[in-house]
């Protein structure tokens, strides 16, 4: 379980425990959180779960395999200090605090 | 606006559910759905479900308590008879249900083979539901052999699967080749070659006289006269809308449910989204059968109802894994004149254009090309097909028109 806090583009903050195993994707859709569509289902085809990762957790996460790269290079309004695709975070324990910040829709 | 009733518990109905709440929408929603299980997601099933990699609760599209959470009242199992447009209630086995809005997203059924050719033995399968998946599950053993009737995505979707779990494939396609509905010659070739690679007979060009079998399906014969041997069969014909419903209620139905683009029905306190939806394009109509045009159009239909709706225009994407083969769609390639494929060091891209004007992107393992391409034609640009083929150019650095 871990606390993770999504920040809607507007400001707006979730604070929500995620189960362990689950991505950081699905724990957004899990609780109907505005800004991550998700549209493939988390099958990184279509970049619509990216979201920007809060700097001090950033270098924490595993990075990105060649595919999310690839996809994240050309997605809209990306930033490569600190965008990710959020279906390719999985959630561990070591992710307790994380914080997500959501893009404009 | 105090009650909103959506009937189809899909992606399209549970994206519209989601959404109302997420714009605050206060009232009460209904959630309605034929199948016994809360909404699930679809694309898997002939992909990592089927191979056992997702687990049944990461198929769900939300947790079970989310529902709950959300103040959404879901039915399941619950088919409902008809529509009382007059009295704007819905009529289901539970009791009648009174509306002030309506949404169709009732999706659609997967084509059967008739009974004549076989259609209704046991061993055979089409793939729509969990409760198909579900079926067909106990049939993957490896040296089995599997039938497939149907060279589309979900034909081979599956026979991926089946190879992956060493059994024996053949598909048959009827047409002159598989794909032939959705995608060009050459990202067929590509597809199909890998396929053989892996083993899968493909038989193109050739039509079924029947499934052969007294009970349980055990063959097929060709019209050309060969037979070959099965032990079970998927069918994977394509989609019918579900348009029953709206048929009975006297709504207008053409190929789908005709909807304005606001996402209404001809009755304007009725909606349809999704696969069985037809909305305006172009000088007509169209109907796609996608999960990004279900929540798009389920999206836009829940801003309509809460009276800031706009315009639905969709960005059109498919997407599609077979083996080791990642393949996305971008745009619809409906009326292009040539296709220019382009080399990257992954992968392959397939660009059709009409003319100068790029009209949809194949990529096979290039998301690069995936990405770019399709903002590339959500904004109404086109790179020149010669610059495209030359892959000593790099993609980013092509001009558009």
């Known amino acids: ?105 | 606006m105090t009650h909103v009733i959506v009937v189809g518990a899909g992606q399209a109905g549970a994206a519209l559910s989601a959404r109302l709440r997420q714009q605050g929408f206060e009232g009460q929603i209904t959630l309605i759905g034929e199948e016994p299980v809360a909404p699930y997601q679809r694309p898997p099933l002939s992909k990592k479900y089927l191979t056992g990699e997702l687990p049944i609760d990461r198929l769900y599209l939300r947790p079970a308590s989310f529902y709950a959470d959300q103040n959404i009242t879901l039915m399941t199992g619950c088919r409902v008879e008809r529509i009382d447009r007059a009295a704007r209630r819905v009529i289901t086995p539970r009791g009648p249900l009174a509306y002030d809005a309506l949404v169709l997203a009732t999706g659609g059924r997967a084509r059967r083979l008739p009974q004549a050719l076989g259609g209704g033995l046991d061993g055979v399968y089409t793939v729509r539901t969990l409760a198909d998946v579900d079926a067909m599950a106990p049939e993957f053993v490896a040296g089995r052999h599997l039938f497939i009737v149907g060279g589309g995505y979900i034909g081979l979707e599956a026979a991926a699967v089946a190879r992956q779990r060493g059994l024996t494939v053949t598909v048959l396609d009827a047409s002159s080749r598989i794909l032939n509905r959705v995608a060009s010659a050459q990202t067929a070739d590509y597809i199909r070659a890998q396929h053989l690679a892996h083993g899968v007979e493909i038989i193109e060009g050739e039509t079924l006289d029947h499934l052969t079998g007294v009970s349980r399906v055990d063959g097929a014969l060709l019209s050309n006269g060969r037979q070959i041997p099965a032990d079970f069969a998927i069918v994977g014909i394509g989609l019918a809308p579900a348009t029953e419903l709206a048929e009975a209620a006297g709504l207008d139905v053409a190929d789908g449910i005709t909807v304005d683009a606001l996402c209404r029905t001809s009755d304007p306190a009725i909606y349809a989204v999704g696969d069985c939806a037809s909305f305006p394009h172009g000088a007509g109509h169209l109907r796609l059968e996608s999960v990004p045009n279900a929540i798009a159009m389920a999206e836009a239909a829940a801003d309509a109802i809460l009276g800031h709706g706009t315009p639905y225009r969709p960005n059109p994407w498919f997407w599609s894994d077979q083996y080791d083969m990642s393949l996305q769609i971008a745009g619809l390639s409906t009326g292009y004149d040539r296709v220019v494929s382009r080399d990257s060091d992954r992968g392959k891209s397939f660009w059709y254009f009409a003319g100068a004007r790029l009209l949809a992107v194949d990529a096979v393992n290039d998301p690069r090309a995936y990405m770019l391409g399709k903002r590339w034609l959500e904004a109404g640009l086109s790179p020149n097909p010669a610059h495209v083929a030359d892959a000593s150019r790099e993609l980013k650095s092509l001009g558009t028109s």
């Open chain 1, 1 to 105: 379980m871990a606390k993770i806090t999504y920040i809607e583009a507007d400001g707006t903050e979730h604070v929500v425990d995620i189960a362990t195993g689950k991505t950081v994707m699905e724990g957004a859709r899990d609780h109907n959180i505005a800004g991550i569509l998700a549209e493939c289902g988390g099958a990184c085809a279509c970049a619509t779960c990216h979201a920007y990762i809060h700097h001090e957790w950033f270098d924490k996460l595993s990075p990105a395999n060649p595919v999310e790269e690839d996809m994240l290079e050309f997605a809209v309004d990306t930033d490569p200090s600190r965008s990710r695709l959020t279906c390719q975070i999985t959630v561990t324990d070591m992710l307790d605090g994380l914080i997500v910040q959501l893009p404009e829709s």
